[in-house]
């Protein structure tokens, strides 16, 4: 499976191309909206290359001054076929059985910055960062919980340690969120049936992204039969209905969305569907997009390999053009327990799509996509004790905020004495998680009572306020690790008010609506 919550981590500097972006949604050539593209009627009679290699997606990123009718004509030139133009951000999704179409695209520099191939296997019918299975919580349990509830709390409430370490059970005295904030959950596809989302569900803003063009058939956002649970549960930390049903939400009030992007099967996340669904997010009026996965198949997507360029190039113009659009973007920094600050990483998971092939990347080149783009809010785990979990990865400078993730080891004083995150499960259902997955939703949901509370906040500032109210915490002396002992925390380190552990701290929901 690839990686929810956060599997991997990557950092992101501005690829050169990106300076070109801002100046794309304004040339004449460009059109207002992407659409998706068959071979056009002018396109080329030219015999095509042979179509000798495996089929493979490619993103290609136009020039600053390239025409969008030129570029579609080049790929077809080439032996590809377009699948989708975004031509918002001069990015065309395109498939070909040629084995030298990047090579002979990119020697067209006229037209292209950078094209690459998203993937190193064959097309076929994505992936997240969780770390572990996820418990169902039983009949026996649910009703342990609901005995203990208090009055206000829903019925599962009192097993829910994370909201309280936010302070969000008190902010929902003053500001449960608007019903005009939207968070959008790029993810694996969301449970709209399920009880306690249902009442806060917005269809109009859903769709299913993968293979790169939006479909949004009724019910296309829902998670695929026997498919994970991921982003339903994603979906239940932010906006769970306080309906006296489960569970709670960070921001029961708000709206959410599903914005499937992971391939049926493996649960892959490749660029061309996370591209459409930060570029879908920005057209249909979403305020803040929760990202808990890192984008395959590459654990750590280097700025200095000709394919692996132009992924992160693609990506970076969907995120800032999302961010112009207004919306903020929270991801999860992974859950390999890396250093994403440190001067090398031993990726040895590399491509997860094929065979990996261990190597020594240098994070500053080689990124933990989308949680490293710029703009992009950097969330680490914590557990009930507020220490680091044992599985997130950290990194001074590069996480922005911490938020509850869950821990096992670090045990609660709940009914269940589960260190794991409750939330919701398609069927109807309820289980834990733990995982710099679980972790985002949470400042995804503190970020959507923010923009309740604040609506003509900008993203920019969104993320400012999120770092300024959140709860200061110094480095640990001690951490669990991965078998549950406390070992010294050498590897936090703090500077600039900030700590490699918890970046600017906990976010704090109470403030957020104070």
Not at 39 to 48: E, G, H, I, L, R
């Amino acid at each position: 499976m690839a990686h929810l919550g956060h599997g991997r981590r990557r950092t992101l500097a501005v690829p050169v191309g990106l300076a070109l972006t801002a100046s794309l949604a304004f040339l004449p050539s460009v059109a207002a909206s992407a659409t998706p593209l068959g071979n056009t009627a002018d396109s080329v009679t030219a015999a095509k290359p042979a179509a000798t290699g495996p089929k493979l997606s490619y993103v290609a990123n136009l020039n600053v001054y390239a025409t969008a009718t030129a570029a579609k004509k080049a790929v077809e030139r080439a032996g590809g076929t377009v699948v989708v133009a975004h031509e918002q951000i001069g990015v065309i999704v395109a498939h070909s059985e040629n084995p030298d179409f990047a090579k002979q695209l990119r020697a067209q520099r006229g037209l292209f910055a950078s094209v690459g191939a998203t993937r190193t296997t064959a097309l076929k019918a994505v992936q997240t960062t969780e770390e572990g299975t996820t418990q169902t919580l039983s009949a026996a349990d649910a009703a342990k919980a609901a005995e203990q509830a208090e009055p206000g709390q829903e019925p599962l409430e009192s097993n829910q340690w994370d909201l309280r370490a936010i302070k969000a059970d008190a902010a929902h005295k003053i500001n449960d969120g608007s019903p005009d904030v939207t968070v959008g959950v790029i993810d694996t596809g969301v449970d709209d049936t399920h009880p306690d989302l249902a009442p806060n569900f917005s269809k109009e803003q859903s769709a299913n992204c993968v293979g790169g063009v939006a479909d949004t058939t009724d019910g296309a956002w829902r998670p695929y039969p026997n498919g994970s649970d991921h982003g339903t549960h994603v979906a239940g930390t932010i906006a769970a209905a306080r309906n006296g049903i489960g569970v709670s939400g960070v921001a029961p009030g708000a709206k959410v969305a599903g914005i499937k992007v992971s391939e049926p099967g493996t649960s892959l996340f490749y660029t061309e569907a996370v591209v459409c669904g930060f570029m879908f997010a920005a057209e249909k009026g979403i305020e803040v997009t929760n990202n808990s996965y890192y984008v395959d198949p590459w654990n750590y997507t280097c700025k200095n390999d000709d394919d692996q360029k132009a992924l992160v190039e693609a990506l970076t113009r969907a995120t800032k053009y999302a961010e112009r659009k207004g919306v903020l973007s929270v991801a999860s920094a992974g859950n390999s327990n890396h250093d994403l600050a440190a001067d090398s990483i031993e990726d040895t998971t590399s491509p997860n799509d094929s065979t990996p092939v261990p190597r020594t990347i240098d994070p500053k080149v080689c990124l933990d996509l989308p949680t490293q783009l710029p703009g992009v809010v950097t969330v680490s785990a914590t557990g009930d004790k507020g220490l680091k979990s044992y599985y997130s990865s950290y990194g001074l400078g590069v996480v922005d905020v911490a938020a509850p993730g869950g821990d096992k080891w670090q045990v609660p004083a709940t009914p269940d004495a589960n260190g794991r995150v409750l939330s919701t499960v398609p069927g109807g259902g309820y289980g834990y998680k733990q995982g710099t997955s679980m972790a985002s939703p949470h400042v995804a949901g503190v970020a959507a009572l923010l923009k309740s509370a604040h609506p003509n906040a900008t993203p920019s500032q969104l993320q400012a306020m999120l770092k300024a109210q959140a709860t200061k915490v110094a480095c640990p002396e001690k951490i669990y690790d991965a078998t549950g002992k406390l070992v010294n925390a050498t590897t936090c380190t703090a500077k600039w008010g900030q700590t490699a552990y918890y970046g600017s701290g906990v976010v704090d929901a109470l403030k957020a609506v104070q």
